[in-house]
């Protein structure tokens, strides 16, 4: 069975391939900084590349003056069967495997220079490289950039602080084991690693000291008072080093001849000699790879519920975000049209009371329209004075016999005019509602918040769409009332004559009246029977103007608000279709990285679950 330490090792290698490597202020949790790793931290020369080589029984890291690591690299060693060849392989390298391991040196320097340049900048993007070999346990460490004080010729002088604030990035999650490295012919007290260490990890639950150099201690000292917890005690038992010398490397010592100097080291030591099953760069590497197991055994099970809501988090961001667009032109027409069907889907609520607005237009022919008409100045062009004139200047040099049919006419007609006010006031009102209803639809159409150029023309389609429903609108409501002053409804005043009649023979025995008085009574009888007339007419087209505005303006609306805009889209090319879905790319950006962030949860949660399932 595969050990836990693989399946995280899985875990790790799918977030740098997708882009987590910890860190960041995208406001995405990270599956990287969940995972349970140890890192490598040091002071400049402590031996700490020297330690890793010693675990992994290879000379592979690069070596030189300066800061030679300035990447993370992430080395995951893999235990093979006894007897099966070594070989190394880069996740950045897929299917290259290296057996000459001076070319995965090499191949480290170049990856590093690939993504820092060569003017010793630091990067936080790690490098993957696994070892395939019989010679290892199962383990995964983390090599960081060594505490540094100073910078060197061409570095920024805050590479010291950069430094420090990586490799503090990884050793502050609590889920870090730090594996501090600290030089023996120095005094423990300005360990750079130990100083680190105990700023993140106080009570040192996960700090493991380990103490090199220790052949290279004066004659007549030891390090027994640091290794046996005296001068600086810890959780876990302090582990002594002896790695080759500068002269072993210049000598190109074979690794496992060094693995059997340092045994003999330790075993022969009179200083170290009662300690010597817990000292040594092998001990080391099995003492971690347990205590790694045993810590991501302990810990996947808080892992599991970050990496569903994780996924939760993202689906729900990506639905908010939207679906990215198919670049050819047939997908992208599709799109546009499904969201303008969407806009006038919301549109149509709005007007038939699924959503607010449509009301409005009920108000205006229920009370704006009925209100203004009842405004209209009649009183002044039926006053007597105004009926005097008008009617003797429609009776021109010769005045009437018998009724001032022109009178009438001329008075009916300008009272009609009057109508065209409120009729257009109506029509104007309903295309300000309407109006507003485009604007508010396309605001809750989601599916559009992503393509500010495509609700832009959208909304000029629609708003050009209701110009011209108006105009027509506009004409009929107009054509009504001109209408209604083009052919009087003869019936009224047919039977006004009939009531007059009745009325003087009834007052014939009445009082006889001047001439003044008579004339002024029949102006009065004229005003009153055009108010009259007025009055029915006020009637009828506070019932008519509505139904036109409506058939004009308010169900064209409903049916054919976008119909310009749809042929105009189907004659578009593809490139001008692009145009209208060219979405903010802050938003393209963060869908990408929402969506590789889930894919990596999705993977992580299948690794975890097949791990479980076999476990
Ligand atoms: N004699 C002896 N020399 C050691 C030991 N550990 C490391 N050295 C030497 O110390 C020097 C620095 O060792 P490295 O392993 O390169 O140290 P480092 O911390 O990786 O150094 P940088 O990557 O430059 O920060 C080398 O010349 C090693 O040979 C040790 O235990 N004994």
Known sequence: MESLIG??????????????????????????????SVAVVGGQSSGKSSVL????????????????????????????????????????????????????????????DRITGKNKQISPVPIHLSIFSPNVVDLTLIDLPGLT????????ETIAEDIESMVRSYVAKPNCLILAISPANQDI????????????????????????????????????????????????????????????????????????????????????????????????AKMLSKLLESVIRARIPNIIPLINRSIEELERELDQLGRPIAIDAGAKLYNILGMCRAFEKIFKEHL?????????????????????????PFD????????????????????????????????????????????????NAVHSVLKELVRKSIAETEELKRFPSLQTELAAAANSSLEKFREESMKSVLRLVDMEASYLTVDFFRKLHVMDTQGSQN???????????????????????????????????????????????????????????????????????????????????????????LELYKKARDEIDAAVWLG
Request: with cysteine.
């Open 149 to 156: 004080k100073v910078a060197v010729e061409g570095q920024p």
């Open 507 to 597: 007052t014939s025995l009445s009082l006889p009246t001047t001439v003044e008085q008579n004339g002024e009574k029949q102006f009065r009888t004229i005003a009153s029977n055009v108010a009259g007339y007025i009055k029915m007419v006020a009637d009828t087209l506070a019932n008519t103007i509505p139904k036109a505005v409506v058939h004009c303006q308010v169900r064209q609306a409903k049916l054919a608000l976008l119909n310009y805009f749809y042929t105009q889209m189907s004659q578009r090319q593809g490139k001008h279709l692009g145009q209208l879905l060219d979405e903010n790319p802050a938003l393209m950006e963060r869908r990408l990285l929402c969506a590789k962030r």
């Open 53 to 112: 080589e010693s675990i992994v029984g290879r000379d592979f890291l690069p070596r030189g003056s300066g800061i030679v690591t300035r990447r993370p690299l992430v080395l995951q060693l893999l235990k093979t069967e006894h007897g099966t060849d070594e070989y190394a392989e880069f996740l950045h390298l897929t299917n290259k495997r290296f057996t000459n391991f001076s070319l995965v040196r090499k191949e480290i320097q170049d990856e590093t």
């Open 189 to 284: 007290a300005t360990s750079d690693a130990i100083k680190l260490a105990k700023e993140v990890d106080p009570t040192g639950d996960r700090t493991f000291g380990v103490l090199t150099k220790l052949d290279l201690m004066d004659k007549g000292t030891n390090a027994l008072d640091v290794i046996e917890g005296r001068s600086y005690r810890m959780q876990y038992p302090w582990v002594g080093i002896v790695n080759r010398s500068q002269a072993d490397i210049n000598k190109n010592v074979d690794m496992m001849v060094a693995r059997r100097k340092e045994r003999e080291y330790f075993e022969t030591s009179p200083d170290y000699g009662h300690l010597a099953n817990k000292m040594g760069s092998e001990y080391l």
């Open 352 to 376: 038939d009371g699924g959503r607010p607005g449509g009301a409005r237009i009920y108000g205006i022919f229920d009370y704006q329209l009925p209100g203004a008409i009842r405004k209209l």
């Open 380 to 427: 002044r062009h039926l006053s007597l004075e105004s009926v005097k004139r008008i009617v003797s200047q429609s009776d021109g040099y010769q005045p009437h016999l018998i009724a001032p049919e022109m009178g009438y006419r001329r008075l009916i007609e300008g009272s009609l005019h009057l109508f065209r006010g409120p009729a257009e006031a109506s029509v």
């Open 7 to 36: 399946l995280v090792n899985r875990i790790q290698r799918a977030c740098t391939a997708l882009g987590d490597y910890g860190g960041g202020n995208n406001a995405l949790s990270s599956l990287w900084e969940a995972l349970p």
